[in-house]
């Protein structure tokens, strides 16, 4: 069973995709917990497929500092956080002082907290106002702001470092003409463009659940 609707791409099939959600070892009590409420009070969690390529680039990249835009309960925080290892910071943003308040609970739990900064707020400002350059900036706000988050994003990314987009491909709506009062759509498709047009970045569009992009600055 595919453990939660939040987690279909809507584009692959449902065997396939539940083949690979079948694949993936249990997850701990903290993950297993945000999963559980994540599915039940339908919060957009990345889950544990994308969660895993995440966690995956962050160690391949040997990333130690990392600035999240849009983390919601802190899912994603936490499998970066894991993977930043104890050396590593992790920025928390999110627009919702209720997410963070519950994220500063999950954090405490996983015993990550003290690697991790949450900031409430738009997440795009708090990027421009923190300091310094970051080894990895992983984007998961609201979609019709991806062409922005890109903007933002660019200058504080050191070279070498990745930005992970998730919902690359919306639900498959990616791929085909939006209407004209889709923002979100369009969002997306804007974002997907600027990518590949880019001469600073090297993107791969991973069709794992909703889509991941993944960019290394050159
Ligand atoms: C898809 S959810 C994030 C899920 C999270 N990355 C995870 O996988 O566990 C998007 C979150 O970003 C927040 N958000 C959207 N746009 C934002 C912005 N511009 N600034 C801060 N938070 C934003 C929303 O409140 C929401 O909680």
């Not at 995440?54 to 899912?75: D, K, P, V």
């Not at 106002?129 to 609201?142: A, E, S």
Request: glycine share 8%; net charge positive; hydrophobic share 40%.
């Amino acid at each position: 069973m595919i453990r939660s609707e939040n987690l279909r791409s809507g584009y692959i099939q449902d065997d396939v995709e539940q083949y690979l959600y079948e694949l993936l070892p249990e997850s701990d009590a903290v993950i297993s917990d945000m999963e559980r409420y994540a599915a039940e009070h339908r919060v957009p969690i990345i889950g544990p497929a994308v969660a895993r390529l995440l966690a995956l680039c962050a160690q391949i990249a040997g990333a130690t500092r990392i600035f999240e835009m849009g983390s919601a309960i802190g899912y994603s925080t936490i499998w970066l956080a894991r993977a930043a290892g104890p050396k590593g910071k992790v920025h928390y943003t999110d627009g919702d002082p209720a997410n963070a308040r519950r994220a500063r609970e999950y954090f405490r739990r996983a015993g990550v907290a003290k690697r991790i900064n949450v900031q409430v707020g738009d997440a795009l400002e708090l990027l421009k106002k923190t300091p310094g350059k970051f080894d990895l900036i992983f984007n998961d706000v609201n979609k019709d702001q991806y062409p922005d988050a890109l903007r933002v994003a660019l200058p504080k990314l050191k070279h070498g470092g990745l930005f992970i987009t998730d919902n690359a491909l919306w639900s498959g709506k990616a791929a085909r003409p939006a209407a004209p009062d889709d923002a979100a759509t369009l969002g997306v498709q804007e974002f997907n463009r600027l990518v590949y047009a880019s001469k600073e970045l090297y993107p791969v569009l991973i069709p794992l659940r909703d889509g991941v992009t993944v960019c290394r600055k050159q």
